[in-house]
């Protein structure tokens, strides 16, 4: 009894975090379940406590405050449905853990739920690929890359995979030639596979899958030539662009993101990537970061590749991501999506008013609106990859992002 009083006391003082104190692992944590419901929703905060990782580190002599955060509003009513509802609610029925919302630069709102707080990093899945693709415009913009050349040029051991003969701005809109199959319910899927050949899942999804990692397991992806040029959803693309980005820089992919984009963007903490057996680190959905340093991508991209008065990625590259034209073969991602598409591992919704978004499997979104001066970063922990219900998933989600955009 007096030790629990003593932590309490502590914590009222200031001596220790009174969350870190009950924030215990829960039982059952292991390599097959770490990904799903309901533990995923501790795992996502604590992913260095669960699988190799590599840090992305931050500066802290160069962090760029986000004004308002003081403050910003803990809940805010937003019409959901033809309904008036508090966000904290959507949240929970959506299992959200962390929304901030800003608008013209300023924190408008910001909540948290489940185990995430604003020190704790959330794994971001495919949020993951934008941060990517903004790594790779800054080495373009050096002159290390040349999107016209192939995959194989920089690569040759890939050379005779699906990727070897595509171009890197074909790699970077998803338009190769590789066979990936991107279902995450099939143990028989590429993706499925990927996770087992790397280490990072185990169990009934992992069927005859040797624990190779992808310097051995990206060469054996196959080809499929109909789809060169096509856009086909493939998470194994950004993992091989970001072998690309290694080859031709000489610098791991973690270091080339801490370097070009996470201290240039004024991170306030470091972020992580998740490492596989072989010493990959996971481009494709492997990052992890704070809620704030995630929304701080966001008004990267809304500020036209600056931060402050340095020019952080070239203007015209995201310039070219805001303006595509739609891509009648993709499905439109919202109720306000008419012409959707996607352009450097970023989804253009599409709607008319230049809305993109950086997202991910179970709830993970960057929203970025440049007709209202808004960004929203949102993290989740769905119970599986696409929602786990019929009332949980992207369409919820984006009604909810949609809903907030037009509240404020």
């Not at 978004?357 to 970025?368: D, E, N």
């Amino acid at each position: 009894m007096r030790s629990v009083v003593l932590v309490v006391l502590l914590a009222i003082l200031g001596g220790i975090n009174a969350s870190a104190v009950t924030d215990s692992r829960p039982d059952g944590i292991t390599g097959a379940t770490w990904q799903f419901g309901p533990l995923n929703r501790w795992a996502y905060t604590h992913i260095r406590e669960i699988l190799p990782t590599k840090n992305i580190a931050n500066d802290n002599n160069l962090v760029q405050p986000i004004p308002g955060l003081l403050d910003a509003k803990d809940d805010l009513s937003i019409n959901l449905g033809g309904k008036t509802v508090q966000l904290s609610d959507a949240m929970k029925s959506q299992y959200v853990d962390g929304i901030l919302v800003i608008k013209n630069g300023v924190a408008v709102a910001e909540l948290y739920d489940g185990t995430l707080t604003p020190e704790r990093t959330h794994l971001m899945w495919s949020v993951s690929k934008t941060v990517t693709g903004l790594t790779a415009a800054s080495v373009a913009a050096d002159g290390l890359i040349d999107l016209t050349k192939t995959v194989a040029d920089y690569v040759p051991e890939l050379a005779k995979s699906g990727w070897g003969q595509d171009t890197l701005r074909d790699m970077l809109d998803m338009r190769d030639s590789s066979n990936w199959v991107e279902d995450y319910d099939s143990p028989e899927s590429t993706v499925r596979r990927q996770d087992c050949a790397d280490g990072l899942l185990t169990g009934s999804m992992c069927i005859d899958t040797d624990v190779i990692g992808n310097y051995k397991f990206l060469p054996t992806v196959g080809i499929d030539k109909s789809r060169q040029g096509k856009f086909v959803y493939k998470s194994g693309t950004t993992d091989v662009m970001a072998w690309v980005l290694e080859a031709a820089t000489g610098q791991r992919f973690a270091d080339l993101v801490s370097e070009r984009v996470w201290k240039p963007i004024g991170a306030e903490r470091s972020a992580g990537i998740t490492v596989d057996v072989s010493g990959f680190t996971l481009a494709s959905g492997g990052m992890f970061a704070t809620l704030r340093d995630t929304a701080r991508i966001g008004q990267l991209i809304i500020n036209r590749g600056k931060v402050g008065n340095r020019q952080v990625i070239p203007e015209l590259w995201i310039d070219d991501i805001f303006d595509q034209k739609g891509d009648a073969t993709l499905p439109h991602l919202s109720t306000e999506s008419i012409d959707p598409y996607y352009r450097s591992f970023v989804w253009g919704v599409g709607d008319g008013q230049g809305t993109v978004l950086a997202r991910g499997v179970h709830g993970q979104f960057i929203y970025i609106s440049p007709s209202t001066g808004m960004v929203i970063a949102m993290y989740s922990s769905w119970p599986n990859a696409d929602g786990g219900s019929p009332d949980v998933g992207f369409t919820a989600a984006m009604a909810i992002l949609e809903s907030i955009k037009n509240s404020i």
